[in-house]
């Protein structure tokens, strides 16, 4: 799949030829085409591909919407989840084997201080004993042949995981890497415990391609069949060191003990592409930020009735700072918006709210907002001392000063700051 959707952008691939080192060679040139896809096509005898997800336009390309209706399409998959469709056979089974070593496969080294060979394009696949499919990021660090440290919140996994791990037991898991972007997308949502990602991902491909999702089976665990890599795997009891590692901020994450996972068995296609997702690029900002932002929309939405647009911009990472279009029906609509914005995603910590004639997508329209329309002494919102992103290095124990500017224009006096036209 991965080979079709880089022929789709062939005009924007850089190719390299030359044998790269997935010792940090790949980050080299990763941070020199930041908003090209670069596809390597020789990494220690593997393919593999970076960027191919770092702009919107791209993305929005992809399946078939405008970048501005991103989040809409997001969010009609998040409240309409679709059923997947289950198959027989997928592209990954021609090439299935237990005689691997993860140290030799593609995958990166990024940065200097890593504390070794890192998974981060994969997601996680897991099914509880109810019958719950939870599908989300995990990153792994590799410790060796067949093992690897992986990062759990306390989310959906971690509760799967915790409660077998309580028990003595292993939880058996399908790990994937080199998908498309809709399945990508659906895997970064934060969703209820008993929404299966999955048929998030059906509904957004049914509405850009006209067919659901496609899966197999394998071994009680739906997989979906456009994917590069599989890895059958359990997720053990056992803790063992994890980091550090560069984060979204592209700042180093510190070693914690994290839960090892024990990989048993390999697929992965003909010829496969593997997808190097580097931390802290535009690629990380979109996968991790855009499902994030249908989150602030709705919340908005639920004050402020004409909301036009969110953004998550890429100098606050795609997770801080955020900018919000509305059309304000009364005074103070402004500040509901700020506060509206910080409760649909906990983790930002500035927002700007702007009038519908503002393009949110150019930071030097939003500043020239800032520059006209915004008061320090009567539009500035501050939030101190609330409970902030583990992201942010100036956060001090978990809290950090949230801030809000209200650069829209007061109703009383909206004439005065219209912009001239011919």
């Known amino acids: 799949m991965l080979e079709e959707i880089i022929k789709m952008f062939e005009d924007e691939v850089v190719r390299v030829y030359e044998p790269v080192s997935k010792e940090l060679e790949i980050t080299k040139y990763l941070l020199k085409y930041k908003t090209r896809p670069v596809l390597f096509e020789d990494v220690d005898g593997w393919r593999a591909v970076g960027n191919l997800w770092s702009t919107r336009e791209r993305i929005a390309r992809f399946l078939n919407v405008r970048k501005e209706d991103l989040l809409h399409l997001i969010s009609r998959g998040m409240e309409n989840p679709r059923p997947v469709k289950v198959v027989e056979r997928a592209p990954f089974f021609s090439n299935s084997t237990t005689d691997f070593s993860l140290r030799e496969l593609p ?23 109810k019958g719950f499919v939870n599908v989300s990021f995990h990153r792994m660090m590799v410790r060796d042949d067949k093992t690897a440290a992986i990062r759990l919140v306390p989310r959906h996994l971690y509760s799967m995981w915790k409660d077998k791990a309580e028990h003595g037991e292993d939880l058996e898991v399908r790990i994937v890497v080199g998908n498309p972007v809709h399945l990508l997308l659906a895997g ?8 299966n990602e999955l048929e998030i991902a059906s509904a957004m491909s049914e509405e850009a391609f006209g067919k659901p999702v496609e899966v197999v089976d394998l071994g009680g665990i739906p997989v979906p069949v456009e994917s590069e890599f599989v890895f059958e795997a359990k997720i053990t009891p056992e803790l063992v060191d994890e980091g550090p590692f560069v984060d979204i901020t592209g700042t180093y994450d510190k070693v914690r003990k994290q839960p090892m996972v024990m990989f048993e068995r390999m697929y992965h296609v003909d010829n496969p592409i593997f997808h190097a997702l580097l931390s802290g690029s535009y690629e990380h900002y979109m996968l991790m930020g855009l499902p994030k932002e249908p989150q602030i929309y709705a919340s908005v939405k639920r004050v402020v009735p004409k909301v036009h647009g969110v953004r998550l911009t890429e100098g606050g990472a795609m997770w801080l700072h955020a900018v919000v279009s509305i059309t304000k029906q009364h005074d103070g609509d402004g500040k509901n918006a700020i506060l509206a914005a910080f409760a649909g995603h906990p983790s930002l910590k500035r927002v700007v709210v702007v009038d519908e004639d503002v393009d949110i997508y150019d930071d030097r329209d939003v500043e020239w ?26 956060a001090q124990d978990g809290l950090t000063a949230k801030w809000g500017i209200d650069a829209t224009k007061p109703l009383k006096r909206k004439e005065e700051f219209e912009r001239a036209k011919v």
């Open 188 to 195: 970064a949502v934060s969703t209820a415990y008993g929404v």
């Open 107 to 129: 995958v990166p080294k990024y940065y200097p201080k890593d504390g070794g060979q890192y998974f981060t394009s994969a997601m996680v696949i897991a099914r509880d004993d």
């Open 369 to 394: 907002a800032i520059a006209t329309r915004f008061q320090p002494d009567r539009d500035l919102v501050i939030v101190p001392d609330a409970r902030g992103s583990s992201l942010d290095p100036s």
